[in-house]
T-cell receptor
Framework: NAGVTQTPKFRILKIGQSMTLQCTQD?????MYWYRQDPGMGLKLIYY???????DKGEVPNGYNVSRSTTEDFPLRLELAAPSQTSVYFC?????FGQGGETQYFGPGTRLLVL | GENVEQHPSTLSVQEGDSAVIKCTYS??????FPWYKQELGKRPQLIID?????GEKKDQRIAVTLNKTAKHFSLHITETQPEDSAVYFC????????????FGAGTILRVKS
């Protein structure tokens, strides 16, 4: 089991460029999440998905888009990169509600720098 | 929506001492409270969690207590070791966005040997 994997590990973007952050999990989790972590701060939820074909906004969705065509993959798209999107991005996954279903497993993160 | 406050923001202890980190939450409907440990440059990892029907939970040197009336929960680490040095995040689960967790801002724990 690889768990949750993310690519790339690090990326530098110019203002206005676009990119997709990839996230894959092999635990058959139906819930997946994208967080951003700014320096010295906690994790803020960007988007989440409760299953293939279903996505919804979290606390800070502006400037991002997501899709969920399969159970395993949950890519995050930045269309017009801005310096405010400089952050570390974590993908996470979990089972649904219920005993033992709450634990979220995080990927290794993608460090993004927008200049 | 749910708001989680975490204190202190930094905590330095001598090896072997205890460390306590406290969090308060605002949504009385929140029912699940995990604690995550994040080492420098690494991903957050769950170290312990507690559900609202339990007041205390222990796992070796780590314990979590929950006071639903006061809406606060705490992480207790006893006999601290240098490898406990990390950032610790508390979180509360709200039903507002699916299985959403709202995270505290984190506590940097430094264990001095």
């Amino acid at each position: 089991n690889a768990g949750v994997t993310q690519t790339p590990k690090f990326r530098i973007l110019k203002i206005g460029q676009s990119m997709t952050l990839q996230c894959t999990q092999d635990m058959n989790h139906n819930y997946m999440y994208w967080y951003r972590q700014d320096p010295g701060m906690g994790l803020k939820l960007i988007y989440y998905s409760v299953g293939a074909g279903i996505t919804d906004k979290g606390e800070v969705p502006n400037g991002y888009n997501v899709s969920r065509s399969t159970t395993e993959d949950f890519p995050l798209r930045l269309e017009l990169a801005a310096p405010s999107q400089t952050s570390v991005y974590f993908c996470a996954s979990s089972y649904s509600f219920g005993q033992g279903g709450e634990t979220q497993y995080f990927g290794p993160g993608t460090r993004l720098l927008v200049l | 929506g749910e708001n989680v406050e975490q204190h202190p923001s930094t905590l330095s202890v001598q090896e072997g001492d205890s460390a306590v980190i406290k969090c308060t939450y605002s949504d009385s409907a929140s029912n699940y409270f995990p604690w995550y440990k994040q080492e420098l440059g690494k991903r957050p990892q769950l170290i312990i969690d507690i559900r609202s029907n339990v007041g205390e939970k222990k796992d070796q040197r780590i314990a979590v207590t929950l006071n639903k009336t006061a809406k606060h929960f705490s992480l207790h680490i006893t006999e601290t070791q240098p490898e406990d040095s990390a950032v610790y995040f508390c979180a509360a689960r709200t039903m507002e966005y699916g299985n959403k967790l709202v995270f505290g801002a984190g506590t940097i724990l430094r264990v001095k040997s």
